[in-house]
Nanobody, 127 residues
């Protein structure tokens, strides 16, 4: 069982940056691939980014590629999402998710692949 708690959301202006954090409970954090998803009002949840269990591989949605960066610190049981050059269309509730895996190479981008979810943190980009 893994419990995930996101933090770092807030209200920013277009072009500014935010860093989201997701802290995981448990001692086997390195056994989980991690992902970030988001859901805007009236829209379906969508994939943002994922990182392999040891951090060797990352994957991004086209909409955030070049602006967002996912990292993880397995010693701190935490995954991060650095979001730069934020746009109004990035406004959403951001969720982190965990998937148990033995693979360090397979990337997961579909929400049904993930077993554990955080409660979400609101990101609002507005002038």
């Amino acid at each position: 069982q893994v419990q995930l708690v996101e933090s770092g959301g807030g209200l920013v202006q277009p072009g500014e940056s935010l860093r989201l954090s997701c802290a995981a409970s448990g001692r086997t954090f390195s056994s989980y691939a991690m992902g970030w998803f988001r859901q805007a009002p009236g829209k379906e949840r969508e994939f943002v980014s994922s990182i392999s269990r040891i951090g060797s591989r990352t994957y991004y949605a086209d909409s955030v590629k070049g602006r967002f960066a996912i990292t993880r610190d397995n010693d701190k049981n935490t995954v991060y999402l650095q979001m730069n050059s934020l746009r109004p269309e990035d406004t959403a509730v951001y969720y982190c998710a965990a998937k148990s895996t033995y693979s360090s190479s397979i990337m997961y981008s579909r929400d049904h692949e993930y077993e554990y979810w955080g409660q979400g943190t609101q990101v609002t980009v507005s002038s």
